[in-house]
């Protein structure tokens, strides 16, 4: 019964490939977000969602794009894969766009070679 | 915009030392103010927060005071243990606004 999952937890793929990371919340909560987690662990606001509507998107590559198909997942696609983009992606979710406390994912380690 | 400055690790103590992470922050409005932890290999989680001035917050043995003269909120635990080596970071988050911003993290390791 988590509440915020993830899949998968490791990816490892080639420059080039695209990929997709699943993110699904069952806490009934309206606002998602990505998150990513360089090897300093900075860790940087991606995308945000409220009620399926982008709300804010950062400074990302159009390589990037979420989807929301539904208020309960927020999934990460990722074309063209680089170098660069190798990282820990996080999902989190909040209860609305005001809520002060945010539930984090375990994390997607992505390894691009 | 909003952000955060926290100081920089890696932050090495004894067990049972006195612990201080400081972090300030930039905001407009009226910020609430985290601290989350991520242990090896796990997804942050919420250790404390405060959400309007003086508030203080704790958790765990942890505690941090919200200081709006200071735009402080610094982390301070009285005796630490092995079991407290993590990553902590300070956030804000500013009320009507879905975007919270963390700070770069301190890493902490508390030998026995």
């Known amino acids: 019964d988590t509440a915020v999952s993830q899949t998968p937890k490791y990816l490892v793929t080639q420059m080039g490939n695209d990929k997709s990371i699943k993110c699904e919340q069952n806490?009934?909560?309206?606002?998602m977000y990505w998150y990513k987690q360089d090897s300093k662990k900075f860790l940087k606001i991606m995308f945000s969602?409220?009620?399926?509507?982008?709300?804010i998107n950062e400074t990302v590559p159009n390589r990037f794009s979420p989807k929301s198909p539904d208020k309960a997942h927020l999934n990460l696609h990722i074309n063209s894969l680089e170098l660069g983009d190798s990282a820990v992606y996080f999902c989190?979710?909040?209860?609305?766009?005001?809520?002060?406390?945010?539930?984090f994912g375990q994390g997607t380690r992505l390894t691009v070679v | 915009g909003n952000s955060v400055t926290q100081m920089e690790g890696p932050v090495t103590l004894s067990e049972e030392a006195f612990l201080t992470i400081n972090c300030t922050y930039t905001?407009?409005?009226?910020?609430?103010l985290f601290w989350y932890v991520q242990y090896p290999g796990e997804g942050l989680q919420l250790l404390l927060k405060?959400?309007?001035?003086?508030d203080k917050g704790s958790n765990k043995g942890f505690e941090a005071t919200y200081r709006k003269e200071t735009t402080s909120f610094h982390l301070e635990k009285g005796s630490v243990q092995v079991s407290d080596s993590a990553v902590y970071f300070c956030?804000?988050?500013?009320?009507?606004?879905?975007?919270?911003?963390f700070g770069a993290g301190t890493r902490l390791t508390v030998k026995p």
């Open positions: 989190a979710s909040s209860q609305d766009a005001r809520a002060a406390e945010a539930f």
């Open positions: 806490l009934g909560h309206d606002t």
């Open positions: 969602y409220n009620n399926k509507e982008l709300i």
């Open positions: 905001a407009t409005g009226y910020p609430s």
């Open positions: 405060a959400t309007k001035a003086d």
């Open positions: 956030a804000v988050r500013v009320n009507n606004n879905n975007d919270m911003r």
